[in-house]
C-alpha cells in the first residue's frame, strides 16, 4: 500500500505569500515612522506630570500655612515658593525666575523621580541640538520657564513642541515653536 503524504500545494503557499505581502503593505506605512507620535507622547506625558505637581506644590504650601515668599519647600528639593505659592526655583530673587537654572531646577524637583533629564540652556534653544539631554529649560521671563523636548529636533525640523511653566499660576501650557 501506497502511503498519501500530505502538505501544502505550491499554490496555497503563493496565496498565503501574497496575502502577508498585501497585509505588510497596508501595515508597514502605518508602523514605518511613529517617532513623531512617541516624541508627542513624551511631551504630553510631561506637561500633565508638571501641572499636577506645580498643583500639589501649591496644595503644600497652602496645607503649610501659606508661609511667606521665599519659603523653602522641603519635599520638593528645596524649591522657594514665591508670595503666589508656587516654585520660582532654588535661587529665584524677589520670588520670580531669576536664571535658566532656576528653570531647570523646577523642571527636575517637582517631577522628581524618573523623570527625563533636563539641562539649563540659557536663552537659546539652538545652544543644546545635538545633546543627549531630554529636555532644555529657557528662561524666558521672570514668571515663566520653557521646556523643549531637544530629541524632537532631530525629527521634525520644522516645529518643536515647547511647555511653558508659569510661576504665577503654576499653569503649564503647550506651543508649537519653530525650528531651533
Known amino acids: 500500500m501506497k502511503k498519501q503524504q500530505s502538505g501544502f500545494t505550491i499554490i ?3 496565496v498565503v505569500i501574497i496575502l502577508l505581502g498585501i497585509m505588510a503593505a497596508t501595515a508597514l506605512p502605518r ?3 511613529v517617532t513623531t507620535e512617541a516624541h508627542e507622547a513624551v511631551v504630553n506625558s510631561v506637561q500633565g506630570a508638571l501641572s499636577s505637581s506645580g498643583a500639589m506644590f501649591h496644595a503644600t504650601w497652602i496645607a503649610e500655612g501659606q508661609p511667606v515668599a521665599g519659603t523653602a519647600m522641603a519635599d520638593y528639593g528645596s524649591l522657594l515658593a514665591n508670595a503666589d505659592g508656587y ?3 532654588t535661587a ?13 531646577a523646577i523642571f527636575s524637583n517637582l517631577l522628581q523621580a524618573n523623570a527625563p533629564t533636563v539641562t539649563a540652556a540659557g536663552t537659546t534653544a539652538a545652544s543644546v541640538i545635538g ?3 531630554d529636555f532644555a529649560a529657557v ?6 520657564c520653557d521646556f523643549y523636548y531637544t530629541d524632537e529636533t ?7 513642541l515647547v511647555l511653558t511653566f508659569e510661576t504665577t ?11 531651533l
Open 12 to 14: 496555497e503557499l503563493v
Open 31 to 33: 508602523f514605518m515612522d
Open 87 to 89: 516654585p520660582c526655583g
Open 92 to 104: 529665584c530673587t524677589a520670588n520670580v525666575v531669576s536664571s535658566q537654572a532656576d528653570c531647570a
Open 131 to 133: 545633546t543627549t539631554t
Open 139 to 144: 528662561y524666558t521671563t521672570p514668571t515663566a
Open 154 to 160: 532631530s525629527v521634525d525640523n520644522a516645529q518643536v
Open 169 to 179: 499660576t503654576g499653569a503649564v501650557t503647550r506651543a508649537t515653536s519653530a525650528a
